[in-house]
């Protein structure tokens, strides 16, 4: 049944848009906490959470309770003109949101989808600073939209398109790298005229391999923006909301702009991007037609679930119950784990960990031998060198102990 809902697809969908490899063909059918279904009725547990966005887990009770509300009430807003007249929903998330965050990021935006996020995070930057040069880092990963895919490191999502993207404007250099090289980029950007709007950075590098870099140095390249007169923007879509045992790693260094997506929704599209007070001011007021705006800013339903999940994520503890039981899972994995052959190493920050194996292309292996075991997780690394596991947020220990040794015997299975 797998195989014919695949061949259905394949029928009507871009060859571009779905993985379709697999073998055996997996179509989900349905979920419930940490746990899917197939087509075909099989179990699975999910480690990934749909990149992070099921933070509460697939049809918890505050999504059904939020959608039941809505659905129920004959005079529920689904849909609104948010950039004209906005919806009380919409209004209530962004207070929330803002109230949980540094005091000094205290207006935003929102869209969407995470690279929207980011597309308003440039914009402000350019908008702020009368500036259009970028820095970003080598492995980063910031979403596909054109107007930001120059800061997306992969040369295969680019090559395709580098003669429409404005590639002059931006400089990539080594994450965690002496800040020396990037006081030289922003130099360099200087001298070429344009000057450096703004540095882009994930506090924890997610496609890449869920790379941690020195907290030291995210400090460093905070206080070099600041000596620099450069905006520092944080992608806080994928670590963002409890994912790493923070709301954001704003907290802890001073970035200007911050970019929310994939769990802010709880499960519906839903992205922002928070700033300083005295930067995103830099847009206009707007008079009636918005300079940045699409039809679903602001959905109201999607705002309905937002705020329930939020609250959720804030009142249920589960920020501190990430990191907490991040380090569990980190040292069963490494006990289970390290001196296995092509184990090199276990990595991360709360929910957020990576296992990295020692050759190109064995994280898509592991991936495909843990699927028919029953475990959902997904390769990561720029070559495909390993897996990562973002599960829910409450994520159950039980389903843990249940998903450890079927990973232990996938690993096993590569020597």
């Known amino acids: 049944m797998n195989h014919e809902w695949m061949q259905k697809l394949q029928k009507w969908e871009c060859r571009d848009s779905t993985y379709q490899a697999a073998e055996p063909a997996l179509v989900f059918a349905r979920a419930k906490g940490s746990r899917i279904w197939d087509a075909e009725g099989r179990e699975y547990?999910?480690?990934?959470?749909?990149?992070?966005?099921?933070?509460?887990g697939h049809n918890n009770p505050t999504q059904r309770a939020v959608f039941e509300r809505s659905f129920s009430d004959e005079s529920a807003i689904i849909h609104g003109m948010g950039d004209v007249y906005p919806s009380i929903d919409k209004i209530l998330l962004l207070e929330y949101l803002g109230q949980q965050l540094p005091q000094r990021l205290n207006r935003g935006a929102l869209a969407?989808?995470?690279?929207?996020?980011?597309?308003?995070?440039?914009?402000?930057?350019?908008i702020a600073t009368k500036r259009s040069g970028f820095i970003c880092f080598k492995d980063g990963y910031h979403g596909l939209d054109l107007g930001i895919l120059p800061l997306t490191s992969r040369a295969d999502f680019k090559a395709p398109f580098v003669e429409w993207m404005p590639s002059h404007l931006v400089?990539?250099?080594?994450?965690?790298?002496?800040?020396?090289?990037?006081?030289?980029?922003?130099?360099?950007?200087?001298?070429?005229?344009?000057?450096?709007?703004?540095?882009?950075?994930?506090?924890i590098q997610g496609r890449a391999g869920i790379r941690v870099p020195p907290l030291a140095w995210l400090s460093s390249l905070a206080e070099l923006c600041r000596a620099k007169s450069?905006?520092?923007?944080?992608?806080?879509?994928?670590?963002?909301?409890?994912?790493?045992g923070t709301l954001s790693?704003?907290?802890?260094?001073?970035?200007?702009?911050?970019?929310?997506?994939?769990a802010l929704g709880g499960g519906l599209p839903l992205s922002a991007c928070f700033g300083r007070g005295d930067v995103m001011d830099a847009w206009p007021q707007n008079q009636g037609e918005a300079l940045h705006t699409g039809t679903?800013?602001?959905h109201p339903l999607s705002c309905r679930l937002g705020l329930a999940t939020l609250q959720a994520i804030v009142t249920e503890g589960l920020v501190?119950?990430?990191?907490?039981?991040?380090?569990?899972?980190?040292?069963?994995?490494?006990?289970?784990?390290?001196?296995?052959?092509?184990?090199k190493d276990v990595r991360g920050q709360g929910l957020m960990i990576g296992l990295e194996l020692d050759e190109k292309g064995l994280g898509a292996v592991l991936m495909d031998r843990l699927r028919p075991l029953g475990v959902i997780a997904l390769a990561s690394g720029s070559f495909g060198e390993g897996i990562s596991l973002t599960p829910a947020l409450n994520f159950p220990e039980k389903d843990w102990q249940e998903a450890l040794p079927l990973i232990k015997q996938a690993v096993i299975s590569l020597a």
């Open 45 to 56: 547990i999910d480690l990934c959470a749909g990149f992070g966005v099921t933070a509460l």
């Open 249 to 262: 790693s704003a907290f802890a260094v001073e970035a200007d702009l911050i970019c929310l997506g994939k």
């Open 230 to 244: 450069v905006l520092l923007i944080f992608d806080e879509v994928f670590t963002g909301l409890g994912r790493i």
């Open 171 to 203: 400089t990539e250099v080594e994450y965690a790298c002496p800040m020396a090289q990037v006081e030289e980029a922003i130099d360099q950007q200087k001298k070429a005229g344009f000057g450096t709007a703004a540095i882009i950075v994930e506090a």
């Open 320 to 343: 501190e119950r990430s990191m907490n039981f991040g380090e569990v899972m980190q040292a069963d994995l490494k006990r289970e784990l390290i001196g296995l052959p092509h184990v």
């Open 112 to 126: 969407l989808s995470g690279g929207q996020a980011v597309e308003i995070a440039v914009k402000t930057a350019q």
């Open 296 to 298: 679903f800013f602001g």
